[in-house]
């Protein structure tokens, strides 16, 4: 007896004949709105009788919108396994998420071979498989580097480009029957996808037995591999099923018919009568259901210092560890590569609350994760626990307040404002965090006409360091919310931010692509310019040192926050006057085309960046020759300067954690040798006047004072006694160490 405590799923198996072309897409939609989870076609590439079943699955995958897809099963023999793999990835980025891969080793060797296809004995029906699997699986895995290599017996694969990845986890299916078939799939996938009419009484427990044995052997919990089953209408009823589930342990049924009234019966009824009797019978049984499965290899890749069992339920059931197929995704953040021992992802402000406790009964390092975008702020660890809000991920408008969960991203954000006719400006990139940038300041493309984003946080939800969850803003928490807004890394986990939107419809975005040669002169030119322009106007400029020998070049982009393309045009002119233009254009776009989100995966890739900045009044001449001879000399190969003036300064200093108020420009850049670049920002700093927490990666105690000069830190200290007095929050420029360190 064997039930693996699968959630139950109920598919069709329909027939891609291409007499009537459309007849098995109206069947599919069918078996979508008779509530069925999966549709899936056979695949005989031979058959002139059947349409081509990738591009049928292609077809459906566009004419439904909730049901999974699959073949049953994919002719590996005709479909070589690099392309399998981009085409599986294709459909499931198109389908968003709903394609999975049942895969079939081969039959009907004569039609193969007529096609120009291999004829091969069952031995090496397995070793084919085998290797498709191992091919199609690095194919996917865009998270390491280099290319797809296989020197097996059926493949050769030599160097082929990785990627894409799939929008998810695909799971790869075998419609297999003999043993050494059964070991490789409990080594290897992810179901097994039998027809009930080639196997005999016992099969399936002997089967099962195999690969359970297997996938044993191979470190995996038998319970990794889904048991399938298809089946016709003449078994397709509760009794007949009932047993196969719970004593045979099949959780998916697929009916193979293509009769409207049958597929119409087993969605509508069979279907929900028998997930209805499997339910009441686990729960007579005791039968644990819907645990994540984690077999031996999985389990021993788990890090000291954390108490894995002793998760909460609901944390645990979402969480990933490094022995999980999620975890080349979750591990590290855009400018750090991460190795951390579990990451939480917590889906309400209580959840949080629970993720905050149990990792600090832990003894291993914390980090606070949103976009994962941080530079000052280590959003990943090193054995240690990370607490990932991605999931809290909503924005919700009403009127002109918006209320956004800190794990979404800002061009997700400008994406929703927009149909409002609203927007709230961040940064110059889509895919940052709202979590990290509202709680620290946010210099963006809207900036001298409308302020920070934190200039327009209303209140915040947080979970402090001892777990209460509470409401920050001018009247609750008033020096909470005061610290929130520009030092909130420090103080406490953000779960909701509400924001007051302004109107902004189309914008003018302007590039233009200088001759940097004259690079300090040009400086001087572009920064007063900026300063003396309308505050529709936020232009940033991106230096590049030239490479192997040509000159250096300077990026403008400037975006003008109106529709009225004459006054933009009256205001960008003069910028084409600062240096020789080698191209320039200007376009009238949505807010949101310019900060469009990308959602692309994390995988690191930088050891430790090396990123600082400093603010300025003006752009004078003592300190462009610094910023230029850090350009000549290649220790600032990349620098950008963003206008920060404007509405910013109309806040008083004292009404916020960020209290620079009076600069009109930040300049950071990056650099690659420590030392150089250190000596080169030593003496930059001499030209500067304060410093933006969230483009520094130089954690010494001189920054906190850069940062939070004067009152701002000695404030920021007693409110950090208040808050987090033992110094949970210790990821993003500390502010009690260092500081005591300072007086020490
Ligand atoms: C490519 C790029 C472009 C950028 N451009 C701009 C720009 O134009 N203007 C600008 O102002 N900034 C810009 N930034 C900097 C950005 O604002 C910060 O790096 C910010 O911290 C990223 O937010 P995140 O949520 O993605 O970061 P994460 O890596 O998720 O978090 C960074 C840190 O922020 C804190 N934090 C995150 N979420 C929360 C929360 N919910 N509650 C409390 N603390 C939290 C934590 O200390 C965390 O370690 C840019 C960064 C990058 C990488």
């Known amino acids: ?357 149990f990792a600090r009964r832990q003894d291993v390092p914390l980090a606070v994760r949103s976009g994962g975008h941080g530079i000052s702020g280590r959003s990943t660890n090193d054995g240690g626990i990370v607490i990932d809000l991605a999931r809290l991920d909503s924005v919700d408008v009403s009127g002109t307040r918006v209320r956004v969960g800190p794990g979404t991203s800002w061009g997700h954000v400008a994406e929703s404002l927009a149909p409002h006719g609203l927007a709230m400006s961040s940064g110059d990139f889509g895919d940052v965090g709202v979590g990290g940038l509202a709680t620290a300041g946010g210099i963006g493309f809207l900036s001298r006409k409308f302020g920070l984003t934190i200039d327009h946080v209303t209140a915040a939800e947080v979970v402090l360091a001892d777990g209460r969850i509470v409401r920050a803003d001018a009247r609750e928490n008033p020096d909470l919310f005061w610290a929130l807004r520009g030092a909130g890394g420090n103080f406490g986990i953000v779960t909701a931010f509400e924001l007051d939107a302004y109107p902004v419809g189309d914008v003018v975005f302007a590039q233009m692509l200088y001759d940097a040669s004259d690079t300090s002169a040009l400086l001087e030119r572009w920064g007063k310019l900026v300063e003396a322009a309308p505050r529709e106007l936020t232009s940033f400029l991106y230096l590049f040192a030239g490479r192997r020998g040509s000159a250096p070049a300077a990026q403008a982009i400037t975006v003008w926050a109106d529709d009225d393309t004459d006054a933009a045009v009256d205001a960008l002119t003069p910028l084409l006057s600062v240096a020789p233009v080698r191209q320039q254009q200007a376009q009238l776009l949505p807010y949101p085309a310019i900060v469009a989100p990308s959602d692309a995966a994390h995988y690191g890739g930088q050891a430790d960046p090396l990123i600082s900045n400093g603010l300025a009044v003006h752009l004078a001449p003592d300190l462009n020759e610094v910023i230029a001879d850090g350009l000549r000399s290649g220790v600032t190969p990349w620098i950008a300067i963003r206008a920060a003036g404007g509405a910013v300064n109309d806040v008083d200093p004292g009404t916020t954690a960020y209290p620079h108020r009076h600069q009109n420009f930040n300049v950071s850049s990056v650099g690659g040798h420590r030392e150089l670049f250190r000596e080169h920002w030593d003496e930059l700093r001499r030209h500067l006047d304060g410093l933006y927490l969230s483009f520094e990666t130089d954690q010494r105690p001189e920054r906190l004072r850069d940062a939070f000069p004067g009152d701002t830190l000695t404030r920021l200290r007693e409110l950090k006694a208040v808050y987090d007095p033992e110094n949970v929050f210790s990821q993003n420029f500390p502010i009690a160490l260092p500081v005591d360190r300072l007086h020490g």
């Open 1 to 357: 007896m064997a039930d693996y405590g699968h959630d139950l799923v109920f598919g069709t198996f329909l027939t891609p004949q291409n007499a009537d072309p459309h007849a098995p897409v109206v069947l599919a939609q069918l078996s979508e709105r008779a509530g069925l989870d999966l549709v899936t076609f056979q695949d005989h590439p031979y058959q002139p009788a059947f349409l081509d079943t990738w591009t049928l699955l292609s077809y459906v995958a566009a004419s439904t919108e909730r049901i999974k897809i699959s073949g049953n099963v994919i002719n590996l023999p005709l479909r070589p396994p690099v392309l399998l793999a981009r085409q599986a990835a294709s459909l499931d980025l198109l389908s968003g998420g709903r394609f999975e891969l049942g895969l079939g080793a081969g039959a009907f060797w004569d039609a193969i071979v007529a096609m120009g296809g291999p004829r091969r004995s069952p031995a090496e029906a397995v070793a084919s498989m085998s290797e498709a699997i191992d091919i199609i699986r690095t194919t996917w895995d865009a998270s390491r580097r280099g290319g797809v290599f296989a020197d097996g017996e059926q493949y050769k694969i030599r160097g082929a480009k990785r990627g894409p990845e799939p929008a998810h986890d695909v799971s790869i299916w075998l419609g297999a029957l003999g043993p050494r078939m059964l070991r490789l799939l409990g080594e290897k996938a992810d179901g097994w996808l039998p027809s009930l009419s080639n196997l005999k009484p016992g099969d399936l427990a002997r089967g099962n037995a195999i690969i359970d044995e297997a996938a044993a052997a191979a470190g995996r919990d038998p319970r990794e591999v889904r048991r399938m089953l298809n089946i016709t209408a003449e078994t397709a009823t509760v009794d007949d099923l009932l047993p196969l589930a719970l004593g045979d342990g099949v959780s998916a049924f697929i009916l193979a018919s293509d009769e409207p009234g049958a597929i119409q019966v087993w969605g509508e009824e069979i279907a929900p009568e028998l997930r209805e009797a499997v339910t009441r019978e686990r729960r007579a049984a005791g039968t644990p259901t819907g645990e994540v499965v984690r077999g031996p290899k999985a389990l021993a890749l788990r890090r000291e210092g954390i108490a894995y069992d002793a998760l909460p339920p609901a944390l645990a059931a979402t969480a990933v560890e490094p022995g999980d197929k999620a975890y080349p995704k979750a591990r590290s953040t855009y400018m750090r590569s991460g190795a951390p021992g579990l990451v939480l992802r917590p889906g309400t402000a209580a959840e949080v609350a629970e993720a905050l406790a």
